[in-house]
């Protein structure tokens, strides 16, 4: 059992890692804070699978009187919209919530993320809490605040900075999370590896495949991991003074990969994973850093893709055609490239002919690899 | 010229309230901000009788290349909804606009409520500037950063607090406001007056049939209201603090008015001043205040109102219903009552045959004084 505390200059909450952490920490918190309702917003199949469960831990702490209201859409970023925020909103409209009442996140970065938003901006904003279902969201998406859904084309568009009460994250739930799902997740641990932390990078070395051998509990390295997201976010809560922007490394690369192979297709930590490897390129090709980054990359980053890059289903003109079309939505072309392990650096003006180059030589690299590609 | 500065603990803003504000403060304040992009947000009507002004002055200001977006929709209330603020996404997202911009509400209470909204949220927050064309929105919505969006049947329901970076109330406006809009205002400032101003008051009671003589200068009133405003802002931003929530003085009767009508036959301040007078009453019959308050309000608000209060066209039962239906969103009655002028109290337990009795009498005294009602 671990916690993590996110101290910002606009309030503070905890992060509970560890198995149990529903009937423990959760239940506990429902009891103190005694909502009348909880509006638990999830999506069908996580709800199938522990839907009782968290039932059970929530009644713990609730009066007889109080109510638990689900608001289920389906799986998948396609969900991200603002048509499942409207149906959102009319169905806490209809159940008759308040900014008393409770939304609870009960899932991967696409629930924690729509339901963050629906909670800050419903009656001007009103109090939910993360309860991450995926690694990729305990590691990652459900902490710091960043809520929002996408515009057509474009992810996180439309969005806010909000809040939650506090972060859930019981590791009983990656028992039943798909294999790829949690080498999706594991690509995200890695980047935090590449970023400041390089015992993480030799502990996922050192599995075969990888995977977490049997006896490995991923406890700890998730609290190591929201260790470092929760510095992150309280050295630059609203991502303005250019440290929570090196969170984005490989994800220039990885948003274009998203949505050149159409979004779905790859999963999120797969794009990143795959964009972190054409970073290290790239920081070799301008010189920014000695060889050997982006033979490190590989050697960290291919065992736990597995396959996910097979999936990839665009050529690098697509890929730097939709890296531009980004550009033009007036995003500019920045990346986060590395001086070395542990070393980021915000790197605006490169050559696209560079850019293209990177992109080619790992997409052959990926290709000799792995022949199904 | 008046200035007006809203601090807060999350930042400060100044509102500019005189005529030529245009031309000077915000040509000014856009000349040291030089915006790539300023997406001015408003309506056909008022784009259509001021647009080339307000185009001018910001052409005074920025640079050759830097290009004036508008997004317009229809006027009124009805079009504050999810729907015109997806078309404003996809429209910013369509002009490449980033957090760079800005965005500039140029219009009344909708404008601004929806434009500020859109700034809130479009890439997780964006600057914004208020530009009110309204009395109404100079003298309160356009202070304070309350922004958002109505759901079906309910006002405001879907919002965000987002601190314009300045407001800029030019009087040269009001000259075209439709004198039932001007009305409408005069609701507001009356409601200051009976809240916190007796001068305000004192004022508005000694013009003829409820209107400012052309000699009169509304600038000083405006500014005397901004202040009002301001002041209860810097108490109570994030209306938590049982400050702001006195400004809801008249609105539980006057929502309830504005939804038995049917949004949109009746002006919002209107059903503010009819509200007002069945919450004068209201005070008296359940003993808070002395006998007469009653009176004041009539005679202070009904020369205002003018032949405004013809359109209700929905008798105490709707009326009630309504209030209670308000209740079941569960938002619960409560009241702003007054112990005497200037002295506000939030009521909350007050029987609903008092209720009853506030709204029917109030409604015969409308009908007893003018007989079209």
């Known amino acids: 059992m671990a916690e993590i505390t996110v101290r910002t200059d606009g309030g503070e ?132 605040g960043k809520v929002g859904v996408d515009l057509p084309g474009a992810k996180n568009m439309v969005g806010a900075f909000h809040r939650p009460l506090a972060v859930y994250s019981d590791v009983s739930f990656l028992h039943t999370l798909p294999e790829r799902e949690l080498r999706s997740g594991l690509a995200e641990v890695a980047k935090y590896g590449f970023l400041y932390d390089s015992d993480l990078l030799a502990t996922l070395e050192s599995w075969e495949q990888g995977l977490p051998g049997e006896t490995c509990d991923l406890a700890e390295m998730i609290a190591i991991c929201a260790g470092h997201k929760a510095r992150v976010v ?89 890296m531009q079309a980004d550009k033009k939505k007036g995003k500019g072309l920045r990346f986060v490239l590395l001086e070395g392990p542990q070393v980021p650096r915000l790197v605006e003006a490169v050559a696209m002919r560079t850019v293209e180059a990177a992109v080619e030589e790992t997409l052959e690299t990926l290709r000799r690899v792995d022949p199904c590609l």
């Open 234 to 322: 309280e050295a630059d809560e609203h991502d303005l003074r250019g440290v929570r922007a090196m969170l984005n490394y490989g994800h220039t690369f990885g948003h274009a990969l998203e949505s050149a192979c159409g979004y779905g297709r790859l999963r999120h930590g797969e794009a990143v994973a795959v964009g972190m490897i054409m970073a290290a390129r790239l920081s070799e090709l301008i010189g920014l850093c000695e060889e050997g980054l982006y033979d490190y990359h590989q050697r960290v980053l291919m065992p736990i893709l597995g396959g996910g890059a097979r999936d990839i289903n665009a050529g690098r003109e697509r890929i730097i055609f939709d």
């Open 13 to 144: 909450y905890r992060v509970h890692i560890g198995r149990g952490i529903l009937e423990r920490e959760l239940a506990d918190d429902i009891a103190r804070l005694r909502p009348q309702r909880v509006v638990v917003v999830s999506h069908p199949s996580i709800y199938d699978l522990h839907g009782k469960r968290l039932y059970a831990a929530l009644q713990d702490g609730m009066d007889d009187a109080a109510k638990v209201n689900e608001f289920l859409f389906p799986q998948g970023e396609d969900s991200k919209n603002l048509k499942t925020l409207e149906e959102g909103y009319g169905m806490l409209l209809a159940c008759g919530i308040t900014r008393e009442d409770l939304v609870l996140a009960f899932g991967g970065g696409v629930v924690g993320d729509l339901a963050g938003f629906l909670a800050a901006t419903y009656m001007r904003g009103m109090p939910y809490v993360q309860v991450p279902t995926t690694l990729m969201a305990m590691v990652d998406s459900a902490i710091g």
